[in-house]
């Protein structure tokens, strides 16, 4: 079986990529495992001084693996083996195509990004009746302005790079042949930094924002706890199966204006 994640150095740079791409990058088990390995050896090897998260195909990230899940949350690393990790080195999302859902939130879960100006950006969860739990429902509004964060959220809407970029989220916007060879350049970069530095410069970012993030991580665990058994989850999955939009979407109006559904043909 070919490999789904492959992790390469590059002198002091680790270059880990998506390679499940017939799956628009969905994260299952098997790649949950192997991000953790790969990040465990960034994290280990004094040699490795930075990370570049890419992915192959046209799509950056779909999240978690709706069908099979994403396998157990790690020690180290939490979701997908990178959500919760402490990590005292750079990480930089190389971002080609679209990144939704928790692949968005692999995206937050990094400190610089280099994004194609045909990428966007999306948080649908609640249309399946769920809230972003990898992180999302906190770090978005950290780093979009709340509001964008929120439309984001609750309309199933997308943000183009070129916005992301103008807004901050992107550090550097570029053609989609560039974005893996300007990552490694700015993640090249980062190394004119001794590692010591580096290190106590995440330390004192975590005190900073370790309360913040407790709490909502704690938020996120109540908003999700409520929602496993609710008849909205239950719904959410269900119109996913059976591909069409749920039903508290409340009339055709509605579906056409925001899901771009056809207009209902009336029967004689």
Not at 126 to 151: H, K, M, Q, Y
Request: with cysteine; proline share 6%.
């Amino acid at each position: 079986m070919a490999e789904l994640v492959r992790a390469e150095a590059r002198g002091p740079v680790l270059l880990v990529t998506l390679d499940r791409p017939e799956k628009r990058n969905a994260v299952n088990e098997e790649m949950t495992l192997a991000l953790d390995a790969a990040f465990d050896r960034l994290d280990d090897d004094p040699g490795l001084r930075v990370g570049v998260l890419a992915a192959q195909g046209p799509f950056f990230c779909a999240g978690t693996d709706l069908r099979t899940g994403a396998g157990p949350h790690t020690k180290r690393g939490g979701m997908y083996g990178v959500i919760k990790r402490r990590r005292t080195k750079p990480l930089v999302a190389a971002v080609g195509g679209p990144a939704l859902g928790g692949g968005f939130e692999l995206v937050l879960a990094a400190d610089l990004v280099v994004a194609a100006r045909t990428a966007w950006f999306a948080l649908p969860e609640t249309t399946r009746g769920r809230v972003p739990a990898a992180g999302g429902l906190f770090r978005a509004p950290d780093r979009l302005p709340r509001n964008v964060a929120l439309e984001l959220m609750l309309t199933a809407g997308r943000i183009e790079a070129e916005r992301a970029h103008r807004l901050g989220l992107v550090n550097r916007l570029v053609d989609a042949d560039e974005v893996l060879p300007s990552a490694l350049a700015l993640a090249l970069a980062t190394c004119v930094s001794a590692p010591e530095a580096v290190a106590q410069l995440f330390a004192g970012l975590r005190a900073v924002s370790d309360g913040a993030d407790e709490v909502g991580w704690r938020s996120t665990h109540e908003a999700m706890t409520t929602l496993r058994g609710s008849g909205d989850r239950a719904e959410g999955n269900a119109a996913f199966e059976e591909r069409r939009a749920p039903r508290w979407v409340p009339d055709d109006a509605v579906r056409r204006v925001v899901l771009g559904e056809p207009r209902t043909r009336r029967t004689e």
